[in-house]
Every structure is written in C-alpha cells, then in structure tokens.
C-alpha cells in the first residue's frame, strides 16, 4: 500500500469501530420506560446526543432510524452531557476497567464503547505519512463492535485527540503539570473529579491526569467540559466557577499536545484559598430518609418535603444543598410550599411507596418559587447585595434531587443548610418568572420558538400573570427552564430606544444542566426596559424519546409537568 492509503484505512476503521460501538452502546441505553401517570421517567431524545434534525445518515448510523446516539459521527457530543453520551465517552477507562461501574450496573453498551472510542483515537492520530517498517495495529477484540456496519454519509474529521501519555512529544511546550497545569485543573474540574465525586474518574494527581489525557482532550477542545451551556463570555459575562478562560483551556491542550511534561512539585504555586467561609448554618435540615436509587434508572428525580417548622415568618440569607452521596448527585432545586399546600404534598408522598415521591418538570404543588438551586459545581453564595429571602410562617421546603447512577447506586441523606439573618434585614430579593403556558407545539415541526415578556416599572407594581412586571433596580441572576423536546434558550433586556442586550443565551439546551447563573456585573433596570425570554423546541421525529425502547411518534406537545410534556420558563433576580 502506499503511504497514503494506509493513514486512510487506519482512519476509516478507527470510525468505523466507533459507530458500531455506539450503535451497540445507545441499542442497549435505549430501554426506557413511562409510566402513563406522567411521572419521571429515564428518558433519552436523539437530540441529547447531538443528532441534527436534518441528519441523512441516522438511519446508517444506528440500529433504527434517528435513532439516539450519533454523537462522535455527526455532531461531536453537543448534547452529550444532557443525556449520558459524554459520560460513556470520558469513563472509557474507568468503565473498561470495572473501576467506575459494572457492566451489570451501567448496561452491556458501556463495556463497548470505551474500547473503540480508544482504539478510533488511536488510528485517527496517527502521522499521514507512514513510517519505514511500521509496526501492525493492535488486533480488534472481536466483542469490540459488531462487524461491517454502514459507514456515516456525513461524517466529520476525525477527533484531534492527543496520544496516550506514552507517547514522544510533538509538540515543545515550556508548559509543566505542577506549575502550570495542576492549579487549572483545581480550579475547573476538581469540584466533580474527585475521589468519591460525581465524575467517573478523578483528576487530583498527575497520575489521574497522565491516565486520561485523551478524555481531557477530547472534551476541553470541544469545550464539552466544564459543563457550561450557557455563553459565558457574551454580551452579559457569567460569573461561574465552570467558565474556563480562554487561555487556560488553551494551556491545557498545549500541555496534552506536548506530552504531559511533570515538572518540579516545588515549582507548583499555592493552593488557591477557599470561597468565603460564612461560619456554620444556623439550621440544619434533611430529607428525613436515607433514599436508595433506582435499579434500572440512570437519571432518577425525586422530591422530597421538608418542614423547616418556622411559627413565623423567618429573613434567610443563604441556603446550600449539601448531598451525603456525592457519587450519584447531579443538582437539586429547593421549591417553596406555602401552608395551603400541605394537602397535595401529604397525597403525593402517600402515593409513593419509597421516601419522598417521584417528579420530574416540577415539585407538583406549591408556589413553583425557588428558593435555591444548586448544581454540581456551584458555588454556595448569600442571596445578593445583602438580601434575605423570607420563609413564611408555616410553609415547607420540597426538595427535587437529581440523581445520577453512572457511577453505580447508592444511597443518600441530602441535607439543607440555612444561614438565617442575625438581625432584620427588611428587604428581600425579587424573583421575576416569565412564563408563556399557551403554545402548542405541532408534530413534525424542527423549530418552534415561542416569547414572554416582563415591562420593567417604577415601584415594581404586579401586573399580575397577563401582564408581567419587574421592578426598577439591579439584576443579578438569569435562569431558564424547558424539558426535553427544547433546543434553545435566550432571555433579552430592550430599552426603550430599541437597543437589545443578550442576557442568557443557551443555544444548545441541555435540560441535564439547566440552573440559576450569576452575573459578573449587576445590570441596572430602568422603568421602560423590557425583559424578553425565548423558548424554542425541536418536535421533530429525529428529537423524540423512547418509551420502552421505542422512539415515540411526534404529537401535539403542549405545557405540562409531566415527562412528556414541556414548559417555557424563566426568571431573574433583582434588588432594588
């Protein structure tokens, strides 16, 4: 062969272990079940792994057509972390290994995939040209894919993975671990990647790093990780512990592409200090059970009631969520329920034979105000500008905890910490919901968008749910909420000259990793602003989940809290 076409065949098989191995992986993720009440349900969406609406190839791709799971052909894990594709992809060694989660456990498509993603990496890497008396590739196990599948029609370049640490250096670098590398990766991915955390390996050692260097490439470059789905740098900056700089993310890949120079552990700078420390909750809370998760469900969310026991109305300054079982954790979202409300919440309970009762798009009573939500990689913070959030007399707090299995089930005892005001702070954050209720999303239809807007007015009358008002004074947080069929996510200050400011902008959602974002710099409300929120869906047949392993027909998709239902949500947070 000649020097041209060797390189080509390496590349070609390489993606072609690929797509087989995902075709077995996602065949076999794609059991899921709904039960017709409308409660949670692991379900998954072509979309969260990335597959484009208009995609030719998924039928050759996958075992069906638009099938989930095109990610490394088509799109390269867009929406990986929405729906598990990205965790398949970085617990490649873990899982092969046993070391994250058992086959049993993680499903017979996990032992699969990480094999061949390796192994297509390795061939995509390899020089153009040919080498005198190269050595023979490693033979392909034979359980590795299954053989022959269809090549992808569309299929992008191969990934630009770095080679195992093993590997000469291509590229110099003055760069090292200990003093260059070590305090970024502290700082972007040691919040989840640590021992006994969330992610399915852990990057505290250079050892952990040196062991994983084409995961870490893979996604840093594609900017998959940190999991962030909002812009960060746009017209309004994020203030997020996930935003990487621009300039480290590049540090990072220089460092890989160099061959993970170690360095000198003396030259490695102080460790950064810790966010401030608030001193201990005054209140400590629990959900009241140890709950153990689901067998069978990867994602399982699950609500929780809490009684704070407050006989007046408490100012609190700042709550946190605090998981026992930092392995399955993936977000929780604390909702307020006041007193009137005990009835539904005492039904929903007793309709569960497991601690606490099974939701999905909401808590299914109560006021819907969130009191706070907290993600995976968050960081706890007072309620801004020396507020405090009032907790009436006699209301309760329910709980929603996602939580994820990959790295096996467990059980788990979240609490709920709160920071009460030592002494009355009279004047207390304004949360602002945008909600549009009224659509109607046809089948079939790629691109629906639908808007709602909040007018910014002098002493913050309530316009009451027709007509949305906010009030003069600095805005603070954005957040948005749409369930699985939405694909985009926007809100907008427009002054009354016209001018249009972007203030979240989410363009590929990512219902997994929805939360409350804080902004760099507080915005300044004025009476005529106008806060405009967009929601826009995917009800293609490409997008639609699978119910018991069968991809659901497109239908008529209106608002709902159920599973298969959708919402149209967002807010602000604003002090005056």
């Not at 994020?238 to 300039?247: E, K, N, T, W």
């Not at 954790?329 to 307020?336: E, P």
């Not at 990689?377 to 007399?393: E, N």
């Not at 909040?454 to 749409?482: C, F, S, Y």
Request: glycine fraction near 10%; proline fraction near 11%.
């Amino acid at each position: 062969m000649d020097d041209v076409t060797v390189p080509n065949m390496r590349r070609w098989l390489g993606w072609t272990m690929l797509g087989a191995a995902t075709t077995v992986a996602i065949g076999w993720r794609a059991v899921l079940a709904a039960p017709d009440d409308g409660s949670a349900t692991d379900i998954t969406t072509a979309a969260d792994f990335g597959a484009p609406a208009s995609a030719p190839s998924a039928a050759m791709c996958l075992a069906g057509p638009g099938a989930a799971g095109h990610v490394p052909m088509l799109r390269g894990f867009t929406h990986a972390q929405q729906a598990g594709a990205y965790r398949d992809a970085v617990a490649l060694d873990a899982i092969a290994r046993g070391a994250s989660a058992s086959a049993d456990d993680a499903g017979p498509g996990l032992v699969f995939l990480p094999l061949a993603l390796r192994l297509s990496v390795g061939f995509a890497t390899l020089p153009t040209a040919v080498p005198p008396s190269p050595a023979p590739p490693s033979p392909v196990p034979a359980t590795a894919a299954p053989t022959s599948p269809p090549e992808p029609t569309d299929a992008p370049a191969p990934p630009t993975a770095v080679p195992p640490p093993a590997a000469s250096p291509t590229t110099p670098s003055a760069l090292t671990y200990w003093r260059d590398i070590r305090p970024i990766l502290n700082a972007e991915c040691a919040t989840c990647h640590v021992a006994g955390g969330i992610g399915p390996f852990a990057l505290e050692a250079y050892a952990d790093a040196a062991a994983h260097a084409a995961e870490m490439a893979y996604v840093i470059e594609r900017k998959i990780m940190p999991p962030l789905p909002a812009v960060p740098d746009g017209e309004t900056p994020l203030d997020d512990p996930r935003v990487m700089a621009a300039g480290d993310r590049a540090k990072v890949l220089e460092w890989l592409a160099a061959g993970l120079p170690e360095g000198d552990p003396s030259t490695a700078p102080p460790d950064a200090p810790k966010p401030d420390d608030y001193g201990p909750p005054d209140i400590t809370l629990d959900i009241g059970a140890n709950y153990t998760t689901k067998a069978g469900k990867l994602d399982d969310y699950r609500c929780f009631v809490i009684d704070p026991g407050f006989r007046r109305d408490t100012e609190v300054r700042m709550v946190d969520v605090m998981p026992t079982n930092s392995r399955i954790y993936h977000h929780g979202i604390l909702y307020l329920a006041l007193a009137g409300d005990a009835a539904k919440l005492k039904q929903l309970e007793a309709e569960d034979r497991e601690p606490g009762y099974e939701c999905f798009g909401g808590p299914g009573a109560g006021t819907g105000e969130w009191v706070v939500g907290e993600a995976v990689g968050r960081l706890t913070r007072p309620y801004p500008d020396g507020t405090a959030k009032v907790i009436p007399a006699g209301a309760k707090f329910v709980l929603q905890l996602h939580y994820n299995t990959l790295n096996g089930h467990g059980s788990d005892r979240t609490k709920v910490l709160l920071w009460t005001a030592p002494r009355p702070v009279n004047r207390a954050p304004v949360d602002v919901r945008l909600v549009n209720f009224l659509f109607n999303l046809p089948p079939g239809n790629p691109k629906v968008s639908v808007t709602a807007e909040a007018n910014v007015v002098a002493g913050g009358q309530d316009g009451g749910l027709l007509r949305i008002t906010a009030p003069e004074g600095k805005l603070w947080q954005v957040w948005g909420h749409m369930h699985m069929l939405g694909s985009a996510f926007t809100l907008d200050l427009i002054q009354p000259n016209g001018t249009k400011r972007r203030l979240l902008d989410i363009p590929d959602w990512a219902f997994n990793w929805q939360g409350v974002y804080d902004l760099v710099t507080p915005i300044d409300l004025k009476a005529g602003d106008r806060i405009l929120m967009t929601c826009t869906w995917d009800n293609s047949q490409a997008n639609q989940p699978y119910v018991d392993g069968k991809q659901q027909a497109p239908r008529v998709v209106r608002w709902g809290e159920g599973t298969l239902d959708e919402m149209c949500l967002g807010g602000v947070t604003v002090t005056r």
